[in-house]
């Protein structure tokens, strides 16, 4: 990731309209062993709303010139430092929001970028981007404009047209906790590079909750974490949710361009994309029927699955208490060391 300024400057600057010294002082903890939260900021318009901020922060060839890399829109891309956890992500986007006077969440100008540490494998990216899609409380269609960025065919870094991408080979951080398949709380991430990125359009509280939940299981599950037989528990779980809807085809598709990209790959992975939102549309529409059909016939009605939605958001709630639980278990019992 490229930035040339610190979280530092950017509370010291923000501090003049927002406090913000509880963000200051914890923006570096890792909460329940998940991982640490990188973000960027898409501005789709002319971007006027940034300009105190950046001009705060050193200038606009300081701050965005260094960055190449943006949607294909965008009239700038906001890179900003990571943090370590989801909570303080959305803390640090609040604080943006009122500095700015004006909404970055829910925001249809506003093109969010998640970046996680560690670089996932092509089925695993499937699932990170099917998770996000079906667990987000924002049903989105998409067009290819909405993932086009400036390194879709980029010499040394073609990302095509993708939901999921890969680093580009910034800036990496690795100075955050990791939680070790041997129960070590280590001072270090694993990697010394590679991130997998999520574009969320215009993304929520929850988006970036359940995108940094659903990372850290798949990571963990590749990379030998503490989370890793949760993850591989996960992986399990939602593959079964796909076959009960005969989804299963949806993660043959490639999700992620790799370096051994094929001709007409953004064409398979736009019509796996496709076919998902088609499905999520139809399935929220039978479900809002048969709810009105319940409560204009309000008797005994034998229950009925909700539909993939709710089935993922289910499955999204379980794993986060099975993590929180556990956690609350080790800080108990004072592991991992």
């Given at each position: ?22 963000l ?22 002319n ?13 606009a ?7 190449h890399?943006?949607?294909?829109r965008?009239?700038?891309c906001?890179?900003l ?5 989801a ?11 009122q ?21 996932l494998?092509?089925?695993a ?11 987000s409380?924002?049903l ?13 065919f980029?010499?040394?870094h ?16 690795r100075d ?5 398949s ?10 010394t ?14 988006d ?22 949760l ?8 593959e ?13 598709a ?12 953004d ?10 939102v088609?499905?999520?549309?139809g ?8 709810r ?5 016939r ?24 099975l ?5 609350r ?9």
């Amino acid at each position: 990731m490229a930035y040339t300024y610190r979280l530092q400057d950017l509370f010291a600057l923000v501090q003049t309209k927002v406090p913000t010294d509880a963000l200051a002082a914890n923006f570096r903890r890792v909460e329940h062993g998940l991982l640490s939260v990188g973000l960027k900021i898409h501005c789709l318009d002319n971007g006027e709303k940034f300009d105190k901020l950046i001009e705060g922060l050193g200038g606009a060839s300081k701050i965005l010139g260094v960055n190449h890399y943006k949607d294909a829109r965008a009239s700038l891309c906001l890179v900003l430092p990571p943090v370590g956890s989801a909570t303080a992500a959305t803390q640090l986007i609040e604080c943006i929001e009122q500095f700015i006077g004006s909404p970055i969440f829910g925001n249809r100008q506003i093109q969010l970028q998640l970046c996680s540490p560690g670089q996932l494998s092509a089925r695993a990216s499937a699932l990170l981007g099917i998770a996000f899609y079906l667990g987000s409380d924002t049903l989105r269609r998409y067009t290819q404009a909405d993932l086009r960025t400036t390194f879709q065919f980029d010499f040394n870094h073609p990302r095509g047209i993708r939901l999921v991408l890969y680093d580009a080979g910034g800036d990496f951080d690795r100075d955050f906790s990791w939680w070790s398949s041997c129960g070590a709380r280590e001072p270090n991430l694993p990697f010394t590079n590679g991130r997998t990125d999520l574009l969320l359009g215009s993304g929520s509280r929850l988006d970036i909750e359940n995108i940094n939940l659903v990372a850290t299981l798949l990571v963990h599950s590749e990379y030998d974490g503490y989370w890793r037989v949760l993850g591989q528990e996960f992986s399990v779980e939602m593959e079964a949710l796909l076959e009960r809807h005969i989804l299963t085809g949806l993660l043959a598709a490639p999700w992620v361009r790799q370096s051994l990209a094929q001709i007409g790959d953004d064409d398979r992975f736009f019509a796996a994309l496709q076919e998902l939102v088609a499905y999520a549309y139809g399935e929220s529409t039978r479900v809002k029927q048969r709810r009105l059909l319940l409560f204009e016939r309000w008797r005994d009605v034998p229950a009925r699955p909700s539909g993939i939605l709710e089935e993922m958001q289910r499955l999204l709630s379980k794993y986060r208490k099975l993590i929180e639980r556990q956690s609350r278990f080790i800080s108990q019992a004072g592991e991992p060391a």
